[in-house]
């Protein structure tokens, strides 16, 4: 049963809503971040949703300045790449945290704001 | 291969363009191109563009009607800053295929300063994120945008495997402005040379990127005409002949780059030179995609021309491979979806021998790189002289 991109984006985003990062366990163990509606070759195949936690440090960078005025507000803030099983994950590091290094466990958590939910690293 | 590039032409980069539409710059680089060639506006039978702010549909048919050419060959390049070199891929695939024998090749972008647009920010993706792709709804909310910080990200890695401290990136800055000095096209020309005091005291963007390590965002326009080579050869300068094309594409949002180590790049300059029968240190002259300082040593090495171990002494001039002459994006300017064919005419001009004041000694054969998006287009030529 193949799901569509919409009913997929819509979960996954209500999910982060609720503080959770919901990503996709396939049936063949691949955890997909963002979740996908379907996948190419696993057509007749239904992921099911798993919460995740925790990921290591792909990349990072701290933002000094900004070119729109809203995010330019809140620099310097750092921005990260974590790999959680394969699955991307775009998040902020918490602002008291020094910066880790490339290939260090965080845990992530949801944290909501004026616009939506963003997700944190430390 | 029997595809050549036949003419180039650029628009001086402009801080501002004002009310100028990309219709003007298409059509006046168009013109240009045409008048540098010798090729006659009856002869163009093919025609690619970048994309046009004015027609967010069909904007390949909206230019050709307005340039009043009927081509048999039409295509709508959207690749970001790689749309240059894809550009010239798909027209010389195209004339290879028989659909066509003179394409012309252009991109264009204004830099309205007083009608820009606010960049893609919230406001654009959080009650309409429907419409809006997976980067808006889960990168943008965590100021994920507007580029740099992507390439901050990349500079860190880079910066560890070339072993780059600041002086390094000055060099680069620093090389690439002298030669706009040199390069009366340039946004740069008249622009003293910033010291290393400047550079160091450059607030930082996205650590570790100054605010000098970006070329400068500005609007212009480039363009070249590829054509066969039986045509090429009935023109009054040397032939620039496509000896090796070759591209990889693997991601739109950096997060899901699948190695911030190696881009698509490295796929792309492989497949070229594999194609032209060459070997990356043949390249006697390289053109780097470089909005960023730190994409030069970054690209020598993703396409073999240095290794991590001899990439500052090619970064530096010091091992006879001549990279960016003309100055490159940081003396040129950074043209927006443009900035990628600005190296590509630039290529031309050397190739052929018809590069003035920033000509390089050896310019037999010549790699060029384009990188758009957040390293997720890549594309790579190989061009050698006829």
Known sequence: MTGTYRAAIDHA?????????????????????????????????????????????????????????????????????????????????????????????????????????????? | MTVALAGSADLVPSLDTGDTTTFDL???????????????????????????????????????????????FLQHVDLGGCTGVASVIRAATAIEAGLCETVLVLTAATKGVARAGAPLGPSTVAPGYKEATPQ????????????????????SVTAQQCNLDEHHTYGLLARARSAARSNSSALHHRDAVPTMDEYARSPITAAPLRRLDSAVSSGGASAVIVTSERRARRLDRRPVLIAGMGERH?????????????????????????????????????????AFTYLIPRGLCE???????????VMAGDSGVAVNPHGGQLGCGHTGVSAGMSLVTAATRQVAGRAGAVQATSHDICFVSGTGGEMSTNAALVLVGG
């Not at chain 1, 396939?26 to 949703?49: A, C, K, M, S």
């Not at chain 2, 069909?58 to 009043?68: K, R």
């Open chain 2, 136 to 155: 808006g709804i889960f990168d943008v909310p965590h100021g994920a945008t507007g580029g740099i910080f992507a390439y901050g990200m990349l500079a």
């Open chain 2, 250 to 290: 693997t991601h739109r949002s950096i997060t899901n780059m699948p190695s911030l180590a190696a881009s698509g790049g490295v796929d792309a300059a492989a497949r070229a030179f594999a194609m032209a029968g060459l070997r990356p240190t043949q390249t006697q002259l390289a053109m780097i995609y470089d």
């Open chain 2, 26 to 72: 298409m059509a006046q680089v168009a013109d240009a191109v045409l008048t540098d060639s010798g090729i006659e506006a009856g002869e163009i039978d093919g025609l690619v563009t970048s994309s046009m702010i004015e027609a967010p549909f069909m904007a390949a048919s909206v230019l050709a009607e307005y340039l009043m050419v009927q081509p048999s």
């Open chain 2, 303 to 313: 396409a073999g021309i240095a290794s991590a171990n001899s990439v500052g002494s």
């Open chain 1, 13 to 122: 985003v209500a999910e982060l809503r609720q503080g959770r990062i919901a990503a996709q366990r396939w049936p063949d163990g691949q955890l997909v971040f963002y979740p996908r509606g379907i996948r190419l070759g696993h057509g007749n195949e239904t992921p099911n949703w798993e919460t995740v936690s925790t990921g290591t440090v792909v990349a990072s960078t701290t933002v000094h300045e900004h070119s729109h005025p809203e995010y330019q507000a809140e620099t310097p803030f750092t921005l990260l790449i974590v790999d959680a099983e394969g699955a991307r994950i775009m998040c902020r590091l918490a602002p008291d945290r020094a910066v880790p290094a490339v290939g260090d466990a965080v845990s992530l958590s949801v944290v909501s704001g004026a616009r939506g939910a963003v997700i944190v690293a430390s």
